[in-house]
Nanobody, 120 residues
C-alpha cells in the first residue's frame, strides 16, 4: 500500500505563489512517473505537470513558465512550485505517483487533493 499526503494549498491573491508538496509512504521500491493534476468546479480533471521515469518534464500550456514540478527521490516527495498565479488556476490539485512496491507489484496512487484558490 502507498499513501500520499498533500499539503501547501490555500488562498492566495492573483500574482502570488504557492508550493504544493506530496509525500509518499509505504512499501515503495521505486517511483517512476509523478504528476500533478487539477480539477476546477464543473470541469474535468486535467494534467498540470509530470515527470516521467527518464526525468523528462511536461507541462500544460496554461502553466508553462509559471509552474515547476520537481521531485526528491530520497524523500519520495513531489513538489509543484506555482508562481504568478491566476484566478483560472483555482482548483483542487491532486498528485499521482506510479512505481513498484518491494514485491515488484506496480502501483498508481493518488493524493486526497488540496484546494488552491486564487482570488483578491
Amino acid at each position: 500500500q502507498v499513501q500520499l499526503v498533500e499539503s501547501g494549498g490555500g488562498l492566495v491573491q492573483p500574482g502570488g505563489a504557492l508550493r504544493l508538496s506530496c509525500a509518499a509512504s509505504g512499501s515503495i521500491r521505486s517511483i517512476s512517473t509523478v504528476g500533478w493534476y487539477r480539477q476546477a468546479p464543473g470541469k474535468q480533471r486535467e494534467l498540470v505537470a509530470h515527470i516521467n521515469g527518464a526525468g523528462t518534464t511536461n507541462y500544460a500550456e496554461s502553466v508553462k513558465g509559471r509552474f515547476t514540478i520537481s521531485r526528491d527521490n530520497a524523500e519520495n516527495t513531489v513538489y509543484l512550485q506555482m508562481n504568478s498565479l491566476k484566478p483560472d488556476d483555482t482548483a483542487v490539485y491532486y498528485c499521482s505517483l506510479e512505481g513498484r512496491l518491494f514485491t515488484f507489484q506496480y502501483f498508481n496512487s493518488w493524493g486526497q487533493g488540496t484546494q488552491v484558490t486564487v482570488s483578491s
